[in-house]
């Protein structure tokens, strides 16, 4: 797994709360994926311990870590 910048800087720095292991987890197994117009992958995956879905952002090679925040909006 990898990180971009962006992710490394910016994203950890806001949301401190965030765990590798859930990324990871998301990865492995979502529940779902979308391919965004920039190529980008959006996966959702649920975080038992928060009680929430997890949204990560990969970049278009399927493996860099973009962004990663719970999503409240989703719906299974």
Not at 12 to 29: F, G, H, T
Not at 53 to 58: A, C, D, E, K, T
Request: aromatic share 14%; hydrophobic share 35%; net charge positive.
């Amino acid at each position: 797994m990898k990180f971009t910048p962006y992710f490394t800087n910016k994203v950890l720095s806001k949301r401190p709360y965030l765990q590798v292991e859930w990324i990871k987890q998301v990865m492995e197994a979502p529940i779902k994926r979308e391919v965004q117009p920039d190529g980008r992958i959006r996966l959702w995956g649920y975080i038992k311990e928060a009680d929430k879905y997890l949204r990560v952002i990969l970049e278009p090679d399927g493996e860099t870590v973009h962004n990663a925040f719970f999503d409240r909006r989703f719906k299974p």
